[in-house]
């Protein structure tokens, strides 16, 4: 049996979930509401406040989609329940972030600005000009947006100048040695 995809996900006060036809998960809460469609073999139960994943049979792919179900349900309960967030840090002389209106604009040593529309469901905040904190219901919109974010000037090496995650540790390298 598949470690994660056996756990039982309890459904928090305030979060409601809805399997319709076709394996197609609705979640509605407090933080946002999703709607995913997930793989037909697996089966989803929902009784008395918690929701499980059962598979059809032992095969290798259902092993494996087993975890991937439960794992995507689970994210979606979370999300609508308490949004996920990224934080990215800004270094560098001169680099800074702001917000105008729903866009992110970012000076990053670029001879223009580079800006961000904010996606439905994204908010996009700047609480310092070096940090970005990008937050939202779903999981993987967020970390796109953030990766996306942080691909426009990734750090470097050598002075650490870039985009980087708050808890991202960035290896650094001597410079050149003299005589």
Known sequence: MSRIGKKPIVIPAGVDVVIEEGNVLKVKGPKGELKQKLHPAMTLKLENGVLTVERPSDSKEHKS???????????????????????????????????EGKKLVLNIGYSHPVYFDSPAGITIETPTPNKVVVSGADRQAVGQLAAEIRAKRPPEPYLGKGIKYTEEKIRRKAGKAGK
């Open 65 to 99: 989609l087993h975890g991937l179900t439960r794992s995507l349900a689970a994210n979606m309960v979370n999300g609508c329940h308490e949004s996920f967030k990224k934080e990215l840090d800004i270094n560098g002389v001169g680099y800074k972030a702001a917000m």
